[in-house]
């Protein structure tokens, strides 16, 4: 209410201007002291500047700008970008664990140089993100898209003299390039087909489009699920993403893993349901909820299996994040024309994506974590850790536990609802699927705390030191992952909500 | 005027053509460049759509995507060097020290 | 629209040999020679489009920056005989 | 009058008592808690007399005391409660006494032997007392079968009290594990009992027994449950269940096994176990619910003809043995067995007689069994034995009489007993069962095998000359030995002659006590009523020799004759200096019966051999099989995994080929489903 | 507020013994574990409810707090206790401080973090039998795995990692089918219900016309499909044959203390589930499929018996006997008869008892001989009387020795399935499980035979005497307990049963 009536209607995109506005801040500060390792000051305004635009999304979401209550979205700049609840709600997880991975950079970059890059790359790339869930259109959709991009493969490769990270960039870059080119031409032939760009407009088209035309419309919906499939690490575009994330630095795979991932999904989300309306595709012959549906099955099925043997925690954490996009990709997939379930199915399927983001990065840091203290990333390697370092172990315990969908850890709710509401949609099979990946995945997930609690340590390795930032991330992770499960209500209640918003 | 369905066969040509050479080449730099091949596929495709249509939409699209296109062989470009650097080579097979 | 037709014809089939010459030159430089036809090409199917304002730009921003980007990079990768190689 | 029914409880709870104080300060008692256990027995027996008295007078008792589990709904309640009745009242004060004699003689026993853990044996014996105790008063089947495992439980302890030695654990099992078998058989009758009727009452207006009755006759049919079979059917069916429990506790073919390894138990125990308790415990349950019984002559028949062959059967396996409480076991069998007869045959009356002076002889034998095994050093081979007469005269002579009433020879107890169980079935059997007959035949044949073995144990112990130094010079044994020999030994003289019917038939008096007694009591459990049942539902009606009394008076000399041969092919046999072994003339009948006809050898191969083969072999296909097919999918998943992160090369061009391939899959899938390419 | 108040405390109090130093964690879970006990304790005390928790009627320290809205389904706090979950919760309460006691010489080794996980499960447990609300019992249920996991992976045998990720997997794939059955059928009910309370889905379940048409199922179907689906789930936890191979693997490897949680409640929750949701909530289902689950039931108890009988190990014995036990159970409910579902319930306490005595014991003898072999050991008693005199009353126990609970238990059992209208042919069902008792009775003498008795003879280096009080103190709680239960079953059974009633009245109606 507020917003509605006082705010110019620009302010709606605050929080990713404040995102990019510190990003600027960062650059000045760059540009006035270009050897500075002062990673207190620009962790630090990192850090105030993204929990600054998490604090203005968690405002905007609470008073419902852009919802059904005050008056439905707010569209900006000729409806190229618009700023719902859902976008909102990207935009909290985006910003949260841009926020924790700041937290944690601060050690893991200390006394590197080119932090200032770091972490305005970072910002940028969140911007991006916050820009991505706005986005209304396939234009900005496309750019937006490239703006998260782009940072990306350059913090993936961050560690220049590192070979495994360089390696990782090229790769992620070639797979990159490769998808936004798949992307583009997807996106120019539904042009071709529909004559626009903007959402409204090319599902307006699309409804009254010549059947001979249907090829070619089909093709380029593909061809942009392929796009979104890039960003969301699902197959068969996941191909980039074990060497990434075990390649990057940690706080970049956390931050990979879990952010882009769910930006990936919000612009798929926004894109498929509003520009090819499941009603308007089927009849069309493109039936891009079967496609999803297959997508889910063989990426969370293939993440799982190629994560259960694998030796290397970071790896394991990899192909377990691309399991999570198989699980996540359920929302696209238990969908059906007009059916009252949708809103519930997908509002459980960004509920998860939250919970993701903090148990994932929860993960991942921890990885940092153990890295910082170099002691190796294998699950031998992890052996008898807890007797060092119980709390983080502990942490990691949450994560682990929460990733594999115990309870009391937040996992276990999203995870649960999400097969609920798949079942709920009458996608049983896909929650069947869900199910035994599921089971396979406690399999792995444990072996990281077996390693962690139950195996003897070699006694090889000395902690030397005690972090305070990655400590204080990895805490907070595991806080929210704890909290989200007594405190899911209001995440499962907005997320539905705006979900649904987003079917009507 | 030419039918706009030749332009989407000749772009869907310089598609395939890009896709290629992104299958058959190993090294990098001919990667990009078959990137830019496909991303100029797209373009052909907006440009042309965009007459019929006789909307700017088309062409203004087609103008981000040369930007980022741009941009995207920066980023590639500096990539490929450190990879150079690192690696000795710019044979994109070479980089499998992470696999399985 | 004969002139029109055959025009096209000749462009495309000047854009798709580039391409093709791009993808299958063994020699690095080549290519990128060849790139910077297609592309030139390419322009002139925009100018066919009536986009002359984007055939200008598909000639300063990538003939004249992705080229020579591309063209640098060759340069200082060129000292390892492998890169002819496909 | 009612006061005695008023300290019933008192009468199982007193040696309740003893077994938790035995347990539980037994070691700081003196004599390890046995003068506790005597004091409680005697108090027992005391009260078991005053209801006796009462019953006498004509009072019964029988009452719920104690609701166990109670059903909210319409079900069925399950109670404690006690019954005593003229049986019940009878059989009380038979276990009392011999309790308490057992109690007695156990100071000569264990204390004076100096054996150890004496608090477990007293407490054992106090338990054992209190659960046949309990089991005599239960006033409904459920209450009696869980006394009844209760027993079973006593019997395993106090069989394995020498637990440090290999022997009497494994037979304390084998005791347990064989009436178990029986015991299932019985459970699954009391279960089918409570599923029929409704409930498991010994007595009253809708007691098990009468609802049965009322359903054969035609009344009241419709509240019982028959599982649809024909009420008669379903009766016999489940009369026969129980009678699994009875079989295994009562030793008969073909759960008999158990009995003779039981010997390792000390020999008081012995004497307790099929004197008064355990064994006792089949064959009362059985009189207990005569009334149900009775109503199925097929059930009867089973009874009676089990019985006959396990009387010839134990009989003759008892002829070659060495040892003087394996004798003394087998004739336990074989004893237990014109038990069942009597009943089978519709002999009531007989068979509780039987019960009774069996319970007084068999108790003596044991005893004096145990004087001997005490004066041999705990030595109990007969071979080793000889001339004890003169050594200890008391322990003979007593042991002399409970011999004679065992073999039933005129006028000792056993004889009227055994002959009027031999009557029943004869008389029954000419008037129209001729199976009985069979029965008859083999209980007959069996007198003169059991005069042959009881002599011949007679005189192989205490006749000729001694054959061991240990037997020249045995060991003393105390007044607590000697005063229970003799107040049994008195007992077996006179039990008899409670019930002397070939007396009262020949002279016409009236003497025959324990048919008034038995005849007397609640509605529905007399001796009288019994006989209608028989007569009414299984056909059995009399028939005679001649008269009636040339029947009695046949049968009489008939067994007395065959008795007579028995003992004295024993005498001339054994009764010399220095007898030896005969056995060799059997030929290869010796063999069958010195392994006891290989009845414990297929028991135990399907016990042992063959159960621990099904459990191997199941083990084997769980581990194998169910457990294979658990890990096989845990291998298989792995194995995939391992396969499928192999399509993560690390080679960049092979990404993007199976990209474009995935990507060109998807493509044609949903093209050709949705038409496109149409 | 009961109810809350017990749980929160023992999350507290779970939280403080974690913070606990390790020499004292042991006395102090102990101290902070009779609390819940005296909560329980006056909660049966207090206890006067008669209805049951689904079906409706009276329900004692009953509390609905709203906690989340999902997909149109109100999910609550929703806790109450009937009289199938009061004598469960006092198992738990009684077993768990138990169990802490006997974990005092055993475990030595980061005993804070070991106590502290015992009483996070016992938590747990406390949740799982008093939650009334889907969601929230299901987040009780799947978070007592997690302490089981690392109790038998951290302190267990050997072969600790493959038996806790074994019993951890199995039984997670367990709740996943579980959840996708139940989860089926409430969409099934479509708009007769509106939130995930257990109570309301029951009794939409329980009338007819209620459920609709899923997918591709038919109401009828969809019935079908879901209870195999929690059938399985739930049958994983019993465990009944042939999902059962997890359990000899984790008891074996588990610690004592764990074991008897694991045999003394865990299993429990599987049959707790069974009745609550199949049997309580889809009676037409079972009564249609009585006979498969009947021979279920009987092939758990004898199968599961010749299993044990095979078994040299002693805590294997006891393991796979407890197979053959809950056999029994299932065969209980399957009867729909008050004695049949009521001896079940009371089965679940008795066995809970029971198999945690004997659990125990092993344990107690493991402590002095460091073998749990049956043949490495003979003639123990003479060394260890008591402890020995406590393992022969625990095996009789099991074998069903009247006026002890095992008794009651399996003869409510017996006696309630040979008169089920119910289930065709149940006296032979009856009588081919009962054989059970036999062949339980064989193979706990032989084993008893062999160890406790005959020759002393087991070579060790130290000497072997009688047990600490403290290991035998809670073997003598236990053995009362059971005898009190055995003498006296309405301490329990009349509330059971009440409780049971409502679910056999209304399960005609179809």
């Avoid at chain 1, 986005?135 to 937006?144: D, E, G, M, P, V």
């Avoid at chain 4, 009290?161 to 058989?185: C, H, I, M, N, Q």
């Avoid at chain 4, 599923?195 to 007595?203: L, R, Y």
């Avoid at chain 4, 004869?426 to 209980?443: D, E, K, Q, R, S």
């Amino acid at each position: 209410m507020l917003l509605q009536t006082q705010l110019p209607q620009w302010t709606a995109l605050g929080p990713a201007l404040i995102l990019a506005i510190t990003a600027l801040v960062l650059f000045v500060i760059d540009s006035v002291d270009p050897d500075s390792t002062d990673s207190a000051l620009l962790a630090g305004v990192s850090v105030v500047g993204t929990l600054a635009a998490l604090g203005v999304a968690a405002w905007f979401l609470a008073a419902g700008t852009g919802q059904v209550g005050t008056g439905g979205e707010i569209t900006l700049f000729r409806d190229a970008l618009v700023v719902d609840g859902m976008s909102l709600f990207f935009t909290a997880i985006f910003t949260s664990v841009a926020a924790m991975v700041f937290v944690a950079s601060y050690d893991y970059l200390k006394d590197r140089p080119d932090q200032a890059e770091f972490y305005s790359l970072v910002l940028l790339a969140t911007t991006g993100m916050a820009l991505l869930a706005s986005s209304n259109s396939l234009a900005t959709a496309f750019i937006s898209l490239e703006l998260t991009s782009l940072p990306s493969y350059a913090l993936v490769a961050y560690l220049k003299r590192n070979r495994g990270s360089v390696e990782a960039g090229l790769k992620y870059f070639l797979i990159g390039a490769l998808s936004s080119s798949v992307f583009v031409f997807g996106i120019s032939l539904v042009y071709a087909v529909t004559g626009s760009l903007l959402f409204s407009d090319v599902a307006s088209a699309l409804g009254d489009l010549d059947q001979s035309f249907r090829g070619v419309a089909g093709i380029g919906v593909l061809m942009i699920a392929g796009g979104f499939a890039f960003k969301t690490a699902s197959v068969p575009f996941h191909f980039w993403a074990p060497e990434a994330y075990e390649g990057a630095p940690a706080p970049v795979s956390a931050f990979l893993s879990s952010a882009s991932k769910a930006a990936g999904f919000a612009v798929a989300f926004r894109v498929f349901v509003e520009a090819f309306p499941i009603a308007t595709a089927v009849d069309l012959g493109i039936d891009w909820v079967l496609a999803f549906g297959i997508l889910a099955v063989v990426t969370m099925t293939l993440g799982n299996f190629a994560a259960a043997t694998q030796e290397n925690v970071k790896r394991m954490l990899a192909y377990s994040s691309i399991g999570h996009a198989g699980y996540v990709l359920i929302g696209l997939a238990a969908l059906s024309a007009g059916a009252a379930t949708n809103g519930d199915v997908l509002g459980a399927s960004m509920a998860h994506l939250l919970v993701y983001g903090f148990m994932n990065t929860g993960a991942f840091l921890f990885v940092a974590l153990v890295e910082h203290w170099g002691v190796g990333r294998t699950f031998e390697d992890y052996n008898g850790l807890a007797e060092r370092a119980p709390m983080a172990c502990a942490a990691m315990t949450v994560f682990m536990f929460s990733l594999a969908g115990l309870p009391p850890f937040g996992g276990f709710f999203s995870k649960y609802f999400l097969f609920a509401s798949a079942i709920g949609a009458g996608f049983w099979w896909l929650a069947a699927f869900g199910a035994l990946n599921s089971a396979l995945s406690l399999f792995y997930y444990s072996r990281v705390v077996k390693a962690m609690w139950i195996e003897e340590s070699d006694g090889s390795f000395e902690l030397t030191s005690r972090p305070i930032g990655l400590y204080a991330a990895i805490m907070v992770a595991a806080v929210g992952t704890l909290v989200l499960l007594p405190g899911f209500g209001p995440v499962i209640e907005t997320a539905q909500t705006v979900a649904a918003a987003l079917f009507g | 005027m030419v039918p706009a369905q030749w332009y989407l066969m000749l772009s869907a040509a310089i598609f395939c053509i890009g896709l290629f050479g992104i299958l058959t080449r190993r090294n990098a730099l001919l990667f990009l460049m078959s990137v830019e091949l496909m991303l100029n596929a797209a373009n052909v495709n907006f440009i042309a759509f965009s007459l019929q249509w006789g909307n700017v939409t088309g062409q203004t699209f087609a103008l981000f995507t040369m930007a980022l296109a741009a941009a995207e062989v920066a980023i590639g470009i500096g990539i490929i060097l450190v990879l150079y650097r690192n690696f000795r080579d710019t044979d994109v097979t070479k980089a499998t020290t992470m696999r399985w | 629209m004969v002139y029109e037709t055959i025009a096209f014809a000749l462009f495309a089939l000047i854009t798709v040999g580039c391409s093709l010459g791009v993808v299958l030159a063994r020699d690095v430089w080549h290519s990128a020679l060849l790139l910077g036809g297609a592309l030139l090409s390419v322009a002139v199917h925009y100018v066919m489009l009536q986009a002359e304002f984007l055939a200008a730009m598909q000639i300063l921003v990538y003939v004249g920056g992705v080229l020579i980007l591309i063209t640098f990079a060759v340069m200082l990768t060129r000292t390892n005989p492998e890169v002819n190689s496909t | 009058m009612a006061g005695a029914f008023d300290y019933t409880p008192a009468i199982v709870l007193l040696p309740f008592l003893s077994f938790l104080l035995a347990l539980g300060v037994g070691r700081s008692m003196p004599k390890g808690g046995a003068l506790a256990g005597i004091a409680a027995t005697g108090g027992s027996l005391l009260l078991s007399v005053w209801a006796m008295l009462a019953v006498a007078n004509g009072g019964t008792y029988n009452q719920t005391i104690y609701t166990w589990a109670a059903g909210t709904g319409n079900s069925f309640e399950l109670t404690f409660g006690l019954l005593v009745d003229p049986l019940a009242a009878m059989m009380l004060v038979i276990v009392s006494l011999i309790a308490f004699l057992v109690h007695v003689f156990s100071l000569g026993y264990m204390n004076d032997e100096g054996e150890t853990g004496l608090p477990r044996y007293y407490a054992g014996l106090g338990l054992f007392t209190a659960s046949m105790l309990g089991f005599v008063v239960a006033n409904n089947l459920l209450m009696a079968f869980m006394f009844f495992e209760l027993v079973g439980l006593c019997s395993w302890l106090l069989i394995g009290f020498w637990f440090r030695e290999e022997a009497p654990p494994s037979a304390a099992k084998k005791a347990f594990l064989v009436t178990r078998f029986g015991d299932y058989f019985f459970l699954v009758g009391v279960v089918a009992v409570f599923a029929t009727f409704g409930t498991a009452a010994f007595a009253g207006e809708g007691s098990f027994p009468a609802l049965a009755e009322a359903a054969l006759a035609g009344e009241a049919a419709t509240e019982i449950n028959t599982f649809g079979f024909a009420p008669q059917t379903w009766f016999t069916v489940v009369g026969l269940l129980v009678l699994g429990g009875v079989v295994g506790k009562s030793a008969q073919f073909p759960l008999h096994t158990w009995l003779p390894d039981a010997m390792e138990g000390p020999t008081p125990v012995s004497a307790l176990i099929h004197a008064a308790t355990m064994v006792a415990a089949g064959v009362y349950l059985v009189a207990r619910m005569y009334g149900f019984y009775a109503l199925s002559p097929t059930a009867l028949g089973i009874i009676a003809f089990v019985g006959g062959f396990t009387a010839l059967f134990a009989a003759t396996m008892g002829v070659v043995k060495r040892e003087i409480k394996q004798v003394l076991a087998y004739s336990t069998i074989s004893q237990y067995g014109y038990m069942m007869l009597a009943l089978g045959a519709g002999g009531y009356i007989a068979a509780t007689f039987h019960l009774m002076t069996h319970a007084f002889f068999k108790a003596l034998l044991f005893l004096g069994a145990g004087s001997v095994i005490i004066a041999m050093h705990h030595n109990e081979n007969m071979w080793d034995m000889g001339g004890l007469k003169e050594r200890m005269p008391v322990t003979y002579w007593t042991f002399l009489a409970g011999s004679l009433a065992l073999a039933g020879i005129f006028p000792f107890s056993g004889f009227w007993s055994k002959d009027e169980v031999l009557y029943e079935a004869l008389a029954h059997g000419l008037g129209g069962t001729p199976l009985l007959l069979a029965a008859w035949a083999m209980g007959l044949l069996a007198v003169f095998f059991t005069g042959f073995y009881t002599f011949r144990m007679v005189f192989l112990t205490f006749h000729g000359e001694p054959r061991t130094d240990v037997a020249r010079d045995p060991h003393g044994v105390g007044w607590n030995v000697k005063a229970p020999l003799t107040v049994l030994g008195v007992l077996a003289v006179v039990a008899g002659f409670v019930n002397m019917v070939p007396v009262a038939k020949l002279t016409g008096a009236h003497i025959e006590f324990l048919h008034d007694w038995l005849a007397h009591g609640l509605g529905g459990l007399t001796s009288e009523h019994y006989g209608e049942l028989t007569g009414q539902f299984a056909g059995y009606e009399t028939g005679y020799v001649g008269s009636e009394l040339t029947t009695v008076l046949l049968s009489g000399a008939l067994s007395l004759g065959l008795a007579l041969a028995g003992a004295g092919l024993a005498y001339k046999l054994y009764n010399v200096p220095a007898p030896v072994e005969h056995t060799d003339r059997l030929g290869s009948v010796k063999t069958l019966l010195f392994n006891n006809y290989y009845q414990d050898e297929y028991q135990v191969w399907l016990a042992d051999t063959a159960a621990r083969n099904v459990a191997r072999g199941a083990d084997k296909f769980d581990q194998g099989v169910i457990d294979g097919v658990v890990n096989g999918i845990s291998s298989v998943s792995l194995f995939s995994g391992s396969r499928v992160r192999r399509i993560q090369t690390g080679v960049v061009s092979n990404y993007a080929a199976l990209l474009t391939l995935g990507l060109v899959a998807l493509l044609l899938g949903i093209g050709l489903m949705g038409g496109w390419f149409l | 507020m009961i109810i809350e108040a017990l749980i929160a405390y023992t999350f507290v109090a779970a939280l403080a013994t974690f913070l606990a130093p390790d020499e004292r964690a042991g006395q102090v879970a102990f101290l902070l574990s009779l609390v819940p006990v005296v909560g329980s304790l006056y909660m049966w005390g207090q206890y006067d409810a008669t209805g049951n928790a689904l079906l409706g009627g009276d329900l004692a320290f009953e509390t609905t707090i709203e906690w989340l809205r999902v997909a149109g389904y109100t999910l609550s706090w929703h806790v109450g206790v009937d009289g199938i979950s009061m004598p469960l919760i006092v198992l738990t309460t009684v077993l768990t401080t138990l169990s802490i006691v006997s974990a005092w010489t055993p475990i030595t080794d980061r005993a804070s973090q070991f106590y502290g996980l015992m009483l996070f499960m016992e938590a747990n447990l406390l949740g799982v039998f008093t939650a009334l609300d889907f969601f929230l019992w299901f987040v009780f249920w799947e978070a007592v795995l997690v302490p089981m996991y690392f109790l038998i992976g951290v302190w267990g045998g050997p072969r600790r990692k493959y038996a806790a990720i074994k019993f951890f997997v199995y039984t997670n794939v367990a709740s996943l089918v579980m959840f996708i059955g139940f989860i089926a059928l409430v969409f099934g009910l479509g708009d007769s219900v509106s939130s995930l309370s257990l109570p309301e889905i029951a009794q939409a379940l329980r009338q007819e016309g209620t459920l609709g048409q899923f997918g591709a199922l038919t109401p009828e179907a969809l019935r079908a499909v879901a209870f195999a689906a929690m059938f399985f789930g739930f049958g994983v936890k019993v465990p009944i044959v042939p999902v059962h191979t997890w359990l000899p693997d984790a008891h074996v490897e588990a610690p004592t203390p764990v074991s008897v949680m694991l045999a003394g409640v865990l299993l429990k929750m599987g049959t707790y589930a069974l009745l609550r949701f199949n049997f309580t909530m889809l009676p037409d289902v079972a009564q249609t499929y009585a006979v498969p689950i009947a021979a279920i039931a009987v092939i758990s108890v004898i199968y599961g018996a010749f299993l044990a009988m095979a078994q040299q190990d002693l805590k294997r014995i006891v393991a796979y006997s407890s197979v053959s036990s809950m056999g029994y159970v299932i065969l209980g409910l399957i009867a729909y008869t008050e004695y049949g579902v009521g001896g079940a319930t009371f089965q679940m306490v008795a066995h809970g008892l029971i198999s945690g005595l004997l659990f125990m014991t092993v344990g107690v003898i493991y402590n002095a001989t460091h073998t749990r072999m049956v043949g490495d050991m003979s003639g123990l008693a003479d060394r260890m009387p008591i402890t020995s005199g406590i393992l022969v009353a625990g095996a009789f126990g099991y074998m069903g020795l009247p006026l002890m609970a095992g008794f009651a238990a399996e003869f409510f059992i017996f006696v309630g399935s040979f008169e089920s209208a119910v289930l065709p042919f149940a006296p032979v069902f009856t009588a081919a499980a009962m054989f059970g008792i036999v062949i339980v009775a064989g193979y706990f003498l032989f084993a008893m035979q062999r160890t406790l008795f005959g020759p002393f003879r087991l070579e060790t280096d130290y000497e072997i005497t009688s047990a600490p009080v403290h290991d035998t103190l809670p073997l003598a709680v236990l053995l009362l307990c059971i005898i009190a239960l055995g003498v006296a079953p309405e301490l329990f059974f009349g509330m059971i049963t009440d409780a049971v009633t409502p679910i056999l009245n209304a399960g005609g109606g179809f």
